[in-house]
């Protein structure tokens, strides 16, 4: 007649952030690769105003990153009260 203590939940990390972290992290590593490049040949991204190179350079990484999120499948927890599903 007494009710179950409250049931325990493993709290997985969904398959959304994995891909959002690892291509944060790895376009990340490509752009500052790329930028080692440009760094010896400045002409490349010359004809870029200072403050758009600012502002863009750290969107392609927080993009491609929104891209892998989105794309990536939902984890289930089947685990979980319909409720809270």
Do not use: C, N
């Not at 992290?25 to 190179?53: H, K």
């Amino acid at each position: 007649m007494h009710a179950d203590p409250e049931p325990t939940y493993s709290r997985p990390v969904e398959t959304k952030v994995k891909a959002m972290t690892l291509t944060a992290y790895l376009s990340g590593v490509a752009g500052m690769a790329v930028l080692q490049v440009v760094s010896a040949d400045p002409s490349l991204i010359s004809w870029l105003p200072d403050w758009v190179e600012a502002i863009v350079l750290p969107l392609v990484p927080t993009a491609l990153a929104a891209v892998a999120g989105f794309k990536a499948r939902h984890t289930p927890r089947p685990d979980l009260p319909s409720a809270q599903r």
